[in-house]
């Protein structure tokens, strides 16, 4: 039992393949209350769009070894049946996509395709159904909305697409909403449109949203609290603020460095991570991030041999680093931040 | 002020769009109508703008990669607009091109060597030895380990395969570089890497860059100048420091302000522009102004006058009937009706 | 070669090639070595060759149906237009010529009986006239009477080679027709007494612009089927056939099928050959060769119509299974395929450079090439055995190539080291492509270098080794040839091959025997009145285009046929070669 | 949508008139300019004794003396307003469309083929049907249970399939079918639909088969290659996030975009089949427009080739075109303009 409206505890998801065992969520954990929302920020292969499946199901009866806990609404999932699932998704909890329109079917309306979503879920005619279609895509702020009811994807434009597959996903007003890389795809006019109306929806729908996406910018738009993954596993876990302003570790540093700002004066350089993601097949030993951190020497060797714990450092604000708290407290207020805000 | 490498008139492309039994001309998409801009040697001009605005094929007419319908294009003093392809292969060596997606662009049956070295080949370098020699010499000046010269494309990540693909331009020794959305594929750690990159190798080398992208960010951090396109033409156009402190252009501004800020605390402080709707289809675009439909400063005159592109300021070149930022006595009318 | 069997023309299609499951075509010819010989006792004959001599399965039940089929459609039911051997054996289920060959087994099938007619022609004015008088009561299928009118308007209207292409045109060459007479068409109103006289509805004189003894044999054409006027359509006649015979047509669909039924209009009493077994005939055309003979073997078939032999896939069947091989027939057939030696071309101007390529050759390759001993016996001239005057010429040995004498013979020639030649041969027949290669390895042995160039089958007598000067321009010094016989004496089947004067710009068979020696005795052989006596001038001539060495013979054809199950008095006529389709019936 | 199909029209009258004229060309102009003369044409259409005055008699009779432009401009003339043919004992008109005469045969062209086509139709009917249920069926299975032992299997079985020729297949289907079980009927045992459908059928059903193993196995390639891809995409994973049953997700959103490939190469592969399945008619001996076609170019009986290729080409131009209507029909993002 848990008593938090969405609790994943250890969850792992691992994918046999024929190269080796694909650790792509490895032991993650955390917590999200109704009309709060999480940011989880990752590179590519972090493991954050794997989790996001995984919490609404759609691993299951694949090939995946999932284990661990998913608790949604004093209710858990992973050792639930797969028909179970089936029937919370889409209705307690519904996912955003990145590509709208690759993740609409282009042979049905867009209409269609939110009836369908609706009627899986709701006993009613299709003539309500339609209703509450046009309704929706009203709701969402697509202009006449009866008249594009029956559109095609394609014949949408790219925020439109999207603003219709936001009107799927609540068509059934789930408690969890999952948007993955929700703007990605968009033009930057277009995604602060998106960006806004999702902030507008959670507030009416007092939904729990989880957005995951690897562009700093929009999570610190939205969430309320972030985790940021590395190599399937949280690295590091804080309220926006801690995230932002206190961040503790070196990956989080890195990514902040790396990211050109427009509300700042610009810097000379760019404060890169090196090296590259790595392969969820060969995850390096002790701290997966150990090859690529500029403070690895540090750790009194444990880097490379020890996996460190997610611990908290205070206040909610955990952090999985072999630095002690108080050398990673320094090197941020000394050598990291000052040459962020470098002139 | 220095000749410019590279200079830009009236470059235009129109797509026909036929229609009917007898396939008449109807209609044309104007993807590039009338942009005009120079480049100068050294420097770096951002190109930018939301998708549709036509600035990927500003950058595929300048390499001649499609035929202009309208336009000149002028490299190095010579005007390449209609030249035919064997006399501009020579010039094509001083004008490379670094796309976007580092995947498709490598031929993955050929080694990393035989990639980057085929242009040595092509100079004249001809032993073995002397192509293998310069071929790790770029390897290394690009970042990547000079041992991997025997390694294919799908042995290398994201970033690492950029970088060939950065290598094997750098290998023609191209005076300028158009670089077609360089980092949006990659990874944001990666990214950084790359645009660094691309700052010492321009340093080193003496490089011009034409950048093309829809990241402001990355644009702001990498240019001397930027051009902000819209619906195939140049709104504004000014260095870095006045375009992005004081945009001109409403339209420059609501890009600026849509811009997700990476800073928790500033997010209620900010004054946001929330334009409405898309971006028009190119087929249709709207007469005179064509922001005019998305504009919240838009008037009647917008609607009916093409705005031209003016300086408004030292180096700062605007579309606008009703500039911002803008010094009072160059216009002296938007002081009259604000 | 002209159209005999229907198998070599349908393998003159490159299309057919590949569809029938190669060369379709020419492979009368089994290959392999020769079965079992399991030849049978007088009575009762069964067995292996059973049907060559013997009456197989004789009975005289009347009734059922005959199935028959054949892999391709024939140039016509018409018997005016028709110039393939299968169908001049059936159509006399439903037409009655004047005269028609004895329906018995072997040699006694050549004989000549008289059909339409009372008797055998009587000629007077020393062969140039020839007098048949018909029988009394006949019939077509619509009861009206048949005339010795009929059997003139037949005769003249097929002279019409323009409307009927395809039969033979010895009518057209030996009547004295006058000059003026076109066709029935173009002048009707010509009289042409002078030509075919009908004194009265029963008698009919034909009048020959020169002396033939043999005329029965013409008077056995399916031309002298007898055709009224008012019924005659042109060549859409071939639609409308009016029965004459036991048989008239039920079902026409060309290049599909026709069904015959029952003509209650003839009458058994003017008619002592046919004995009219089956109540119908049921002729499928277009079926696939294999799946003829697996239907034949299975029974579900009878006949197949070609009369050719069974295809190469069969021929491993009938051999392996005994039960099979009882069924089989495997006669000798008038057909010789040879290979011709033009003599336009130095060095082979000079008979000795001839005799030279004859002694080199390999006889008893060339004979594996053409499919071994079931394929054919080793040929020794032009003439195969079984036509009148054949005999075996040992001018040349049968053995596998005689170097000594073709080294002699070059010597002779005046080119010890032998010499260069080109060789034709039709491509799309792989036993012509393998006798050429024969060739050229035998002849290589003794210095004669051979270059070898195949033709298609349709262009290969109207453009390449049939057009003299195309041989001449090109250095053609052998070419493949074969030929088979219109009917089984000296004249039909050595006179288009051996008379000089038969060659033409293009389209020749005659390629090579251009000597005066043997004109003369073609001559002599029209004159001849007495059989045997022409008989033997034929075996002459056949002689002497040996000693010529104008060609190579190969070997005489033989064809491996299936008897089909539940089919009575199957035998293979000695007129055609096949089973004689006027006696079948069904158990 | 109007203007599509009048230009497509247009389009495809243009090609058949290309497809003839190339057709003419291949058998008239290139043999001539080969050196093959009118005489040397008309010897293969005249008996082997004929005399040369008669060869060129008939040379005239077929119009092969005149210049190719003239008897192109005869060939299409017929076509559109008839011919006449001199049958010897007069003259017969053949009405619009008249291909011609067959030089062999010396029947119009035209009646054969109308004759013809339902033993084809037939043969294309059935023999689609079976191998589209068949294929798209084994491809579907295939690839949902993507490796498994059936997968494997049913893969193995397709290739073979594709790699088969007809005329293998069927001769060891007839074999072992007809003449050893005597379950089908043998070769050649063709009764027409009208007759009795029950014949119909049992005459038809080892030519379906045969057609369709090799039909049927390239189908489940193309549909279980199909399918990977479409259940691989991003809206069938919306599909099931949205709680649809993972049958409703293969039914309603795999299977429509998957078989829409298949639905057009289906459409091509009929239209290309109307023209006569030749391989399959000539095992079968069924008389069909392949068999007719075999026959034709056997006997080089020109008219005969020009009519079958006509209407073949036309058997494709109009699936072709049916093909893109139904396209824009079936996908929405397909405009026709």
């Known amino acids: 039992m848990s008593e938090h409206f969405l609790d994943v505890r250890d969850l792992k998801i691992h994918f046999p393949t024929d190269d080796g065992l694909v650790r792509s969520v490895d032991g993650l954990s955390f917590k999200l209350e109704r009309g709060r929302t999480l940011g989880i920020v990752g590179e590519s292969g972090s493991g954050k769009s794997v989790t996001s499946l995984g919490i609404l199901g759609l691993h299951k009866g694949g090939r995946a070894r999932i284990s661990g806990e998913i608790w949604l609404d004093g209710e858990e999932l992973v050792s639930a049946s797969p028909e179970h699932v089936r029937r919370l998704r889409g209705k307690k909890m519904s996912m955003i996509f990145q590509d709208p329109l690759s993740a609409m079917h282009p042979y049905f309306t867009v209409g269609a395709q939110i009836i369908e979503a609706y009627r899986i879920h709701n006993k009613v005619t299709k003539k309500v159904a339609r209703k509450h279609a046009v309704d929706l895509l009203g709701r969402v702020g697509i202009p006449q909305p009866e008249r594009r009811v029956d559109s095609y994807p394609h014949e949408f434009s790219g925020g439109m697409r999207q603003r219709a597959m936001i009107a799927m996903a609540l068509s059934c007003d789930p408690e969890l909403l999952i948007a993955d890389e929700p703007t990605t795809a968009l033009d930057v006019t277009v995604q602060a449109q998106i960006l806004d109306l999702m902030r507008d ?10 957005i995951i996406t690897h562009d700093l910018g929009v999570v610190a738009e ?122 | 002020m220095t000749e410019p490498l590279l200079s830009v008139q009236g470059l235009e492309k129109h797509f026909p769009v036929t229609k009917g039994l007898l396939q008449r001309q109807v209609g044309a998409v104007k993807a590039v109508d009338g942009v005009s801009f120079d480049v100068r040697k050294g420097e770096t001009l951002g190109l930018v703008g939301e998708s549709g605005c036509g600035k990927t094929t500003t950058g595929r007419l300048i390499t001649r990669l499609i035929e202009p319908t309208g336009g000149k294009v002028i490299f190095e003093g010579h005007d390449i607009t209609h030249m035919s392809q064997g006399k501009i292969r020579p010039l094509r060596r001083d004008m490379q091109m670094i796309f976007q997606d580092p995947y498709s662009s490598l031929n993955p049956r050929h080694t990393v060597g035989a990639i980057v070295g085929a242009p040595f080949k092509i100079q004249g370098v001809h032993t073995e030895q002397g192509v293998k020699k310069a071929v790790q010499d770029i390897l290394a000046l690009v970042g990547l380990n000079p041992e991997h010269y025997n390694r294919y494309p799908h042995e290398f990540s994201g970033g690492q395969r950029q970088r060939i693909g950065i290598a094997r331009t750098l290998a023609l020794k191209p005076k300028l570089i158009i670089a077609d959305e360089p980092v949006s594929a990659l990874d944001v750690s990666i990214q950084a890497q790359v645009v660094n990159l691309l700052e010492d190798l321009q340093n080193e080398l003496d490089l011009t860059y034409l950048v093309i992208a829809h990241d402001l960010s990355v ?40 811009v997700p800020i990476p800073d928790p605390k500033g997010k209620a402080g900010r004054e946001r522009i929330r334009l409405q709707g898309d971006v028009p289809s190119p087929l249709n675009p709207p007469p005179a102004c064509r922001f005019h439909t998305r504009c919240w400063k838009a008037q009647e005159i917008c609607k009916t006058e093409e705005p031209p592109l003016l300086q408004l300021a030292p180096g700062h070149q605007v579309a606008c009937h009703f500039p911002e930022n803008a010094p009072a006595l160059a216009e002296p009318e938007v002081a009259a009706q604000t | 070669m002209k159209k005999r069997t229907l198998a070599v023309v349908a393998s003159g299609a490159a299309l057919a090639l590949a569809l029938s499951a190669c060369g379709g075509g020419d492979s009368t010819e089994p290959s392999g070595t020769a079965a079992p010989a399991a030849s049978a006792s007088a009575a009762g004959a069964t067995g292996f060759n059973a049907g060559l001599e ?49 329906p018995a087994p072997g040699a006694k099938g050549r004989e000549l009986v008289p059909d339409l007619a009372e008797s055998l022609g009587v000629s007077s004015d020393g062969s140039k006239t020839w007098t048949y008088k018909l ?214 101007d000079n008979i000795e450079c001839r005799k030279a390529v004859i002694y080199g050759a390999d006889r008893v390759g060339l004979q594996t090439a053409m499919g071994g001993p079931l394929a054919g016996d080793i040929a020794t001239s032009l003439m195969p055995p079984g036509i009148g005057g054949w005999k075996k010429i040992e001018t040349f040995p049968l053995g596998t190539g005689d170097e000594a004498k073709a080294k002699e013979a070059l010597t002779a020639c005046g080119q010890p080291n032998g010499f260069e030649t080109t060789m034709t041969f039709r491509s799309d027949r792989p036993r012509e492509q393998a006798v050429a290669e024969s060739m050229q390895q035998a002849l290589a042995k003794v210095g004669i270098k051979l270059t070898l160039k195949g033709f298609p089958t349709s ?31 000296g004249f039909g089947f050595l006179s288009q091959i051996i008379d000089s004067r038969t060659i033409r710009e293009a389209g020749n068979y005659n390629l090579s025997v251009k000597d005066p020696a043997v004109d003369a005795l073609v001559d002599q052989a029209f004159a001849e009145l007495d059989t045997a006596k022409r008989d033997a001038i034929w075996g002459q001539a056949d002689a002497k285009v040996m000693e010529g060495a104008y060609v190579l013979p190969t070997v005489y054809s033989k064809g491996l046929l299936l008897r089909g199950k539940g089919v009575t008095n199957q035998f293979i006529t000695g007129a055609f070669d096949m089973y004689d389709y006027l006696a079948l019936g069904v158990e | 949508m109007v203007t599509y199909i009048i230009r497509r029209l247009i389009g495809a009258l243009l090609m058949l008139a290309v497809v003839s004229m190339v057709t003419f060309s291949i058998f008239f102009v290139v043999p001539r300019l080969a050196g093959v003369t009118a005489t040397d044409f008309a010897n293969r259409y005249v008996g082997r004794a004929a005399t040369q005055e008669t060869v060129v008699a008939v040379a005239n009779k077929l119009g092969l003396n005149d210049p190719v432009v003239v008897q192109y401009a005869r060939w299409i003339k017929g076509i559109f307003v008839g011919a006449e043919y001199d049958y010897g004992a007069g003259v017969e008109h053949c009405p619009a469309p008249c291909f011609g005469y067959s030089f062999v045969t010396k029947n119009p062209v035209w009646p054969d083929l109308v004759d013809r086509m339902p033993v084809t139709l037939s043969l294309a009917a059935g023999a689609s049907i079976i191998w589209l249920l068949a294929g798209v069926a084994v491809g579907v299975l295939s690839a949902l ?83 990977l891809e479409t259940m691989g995409e991003d809206y069938i994973r919306t599909a099931r996030a949205k709680g649809l049953r993972e049958s409703t997700v293969i039914t309603k959103h795999g299977l429509r975009a998957a078989l829409t490939p298949i639905v057009t190469i289906f459409g091509l592969d009929v239209g290309i089949l109307l023209g006569g399945a030749i391989l399959t008619e000539n095992v079968f001996s069924l008389p069909g427009l392949g068999k007719y076609a075999t026959q034709a170019i056997s006997t080089q009986d020109l008219p005969k080739i020009m009519g079958f290729t006509m209407l073949a080409a036309f058997f494709i131009v109009m699936a072709n075109l049916i093909v893109d209507l139904l396209y824009a029909v079936v996908d929405p993002r397909v405009r026709l303009t």
């Not at chain 3, 057909?335 to 030696?341: A, E, F």
């Open chain 1, 222 to 343: 939205l969430s309320d609290d972030i985790l940021v993954m590395y190599g399937g596993k949280a690295i590091e876990y804080g309220s926006a603020e801690d995230i932002f302003e206190r961040p503790e570790h070196p990956y989080t540093w890195g990514l902040l460095g790396s990211m050109p700002r427009l509300d700042r004066e610009p810097t000379e350089r760019l404060l890169p991570i090196k090296g590259s993601p790595p392969s969820l097949i060969n995850v390096p030993a002790g701290c997966a991030f150990h090859p690529r951190c500029a403070f690895e020497g540090r750790t009194g060797g444990k880097a490379n041999t020890e996996v460190p714990d997610l611990v908290e450092t205070e206040g909610g604000h955990l952090v999985r680093c072999h630095l002690p708290r108080e050398e990673r407290r320094a090197i941020w207020a000394t050598e990291i931040k000052p040459n962020l805000e470098s002139a």
């Open chain 3, 459 to 489: 262009e290969y007598f109207t453009a390449y080794a049939g057009k003299p000067a195309y041989t001449k321009a090109n250095g053609i010094g052998l070419a493949t040839n074969g030929w088979g016989a219109d009917w089984n004496d």
């Open chain 2, 219 to 258: 644009v702001r951090h990498i240019s001397d100048r930027v051009a902000v396109m819209y619906l195939g033409k140049i709104v504004e156009l000014a260095d870095r420091k006045g375009l992005y402190e004081s945009p001109m252009h409403p339209y420059t501004n609501a890009l600026l302000s849509a």
């Open chain 1, 201 to 210: 929806l959670q507030r009416d729908f007092n939904a729990a949203l989880i």
């Open chain 4, 145 to 227: 249970k993507r490796g498994s032992i059936f997968d494997r299997t049913a893969m193995v079985i397709a290739l073979s399939g594709v790699s088969l020729p007809p005329f293998f297949t069927g001769l060891i289907a007839l074999s072992l079918f007809s003449y050893g079980l005597r379950i089908t009927a043998p070769g050649g045992a063709y009764t027409p639909l009208t007759e009795n459908p029950a014949e119909w059928a049992y005459s038809l059903i080892l030519p379906w088969l045969t057609l369709a193993f090799l039909n049927a196995a390239a189908y489940a390639r193309l549909t279980r290659a199909g399918m």
């Open chain 3, 135 to 348: 029988r009394a009561g006949l019939k077509y299928e619509d009861g009206t009477p048949i005339t010795s009118k009929d059997v003139k308007y037949a005769v003249l209207r097929q002279l019409d080679k323009t409307t009927f292409v395809n039969g033979p045109t010895y009518f057209n060459d030996w009547l004295d027709l006058p000059k003026d007479f076109e066709s029935v068409y173009k002048t009707p109103d010509v009289n042409t007494d002078q030509a075919i006289e009908t004194p009265d509805d029963q008698t009919i004189v034909f009048h020959l612009n020169k002396a033939y003894a043999g005329f029965d044999n013409f008077a056995a054409l399916p031309a002298t089927v007898p055709i009224p006027q008012a019924k005659d359509t042109g060549i859409k006649y071939r639609d409308h056939v009016l029965a004459s015979g036991p048989y008239k047509f039920d079902k026409v669909e060309p290049g599909k099928q026709y069904t015959l039924i029952r003509n209650d209009q003839w009458d058994p009493a003017t008619d002592p050959i046919r004995k009219a077994l089956p109540d119908s005939y049921e002729i499928t055309l277009g079926v696939q060769g294999d799946d003829l003979d697996n239907r034949i073997i299975s029974g579900d078939l009878h006949v197949d119509i070609a009369g050719s032999g069974v295809q190469p896939a069969a021929i491993a069947t009938v051999q392996q299974d005994p039960e099979l091989n009882a069924r089989a027939d495997n006669p000798i057939s008038a057909r010789t395929w040879y290979v011709s030696i033009l003599n336009d071309n130095p060095p082979l």
């Open chain 3, 54 to 102: 013997n009456v197989v399965n004789p009975s005289d039940k009347k009734g059922g149906v005959l199935k028959m089929a054949v892999t391709e459609d024939w140039d016509s039911v018409d018997p005016g237009d028709t110039y393939y051997g299968m169908s001049w054996n059936l159509l006399r289920i439903y037409a009655r010529p004047l005269v028609t060959y004895n």
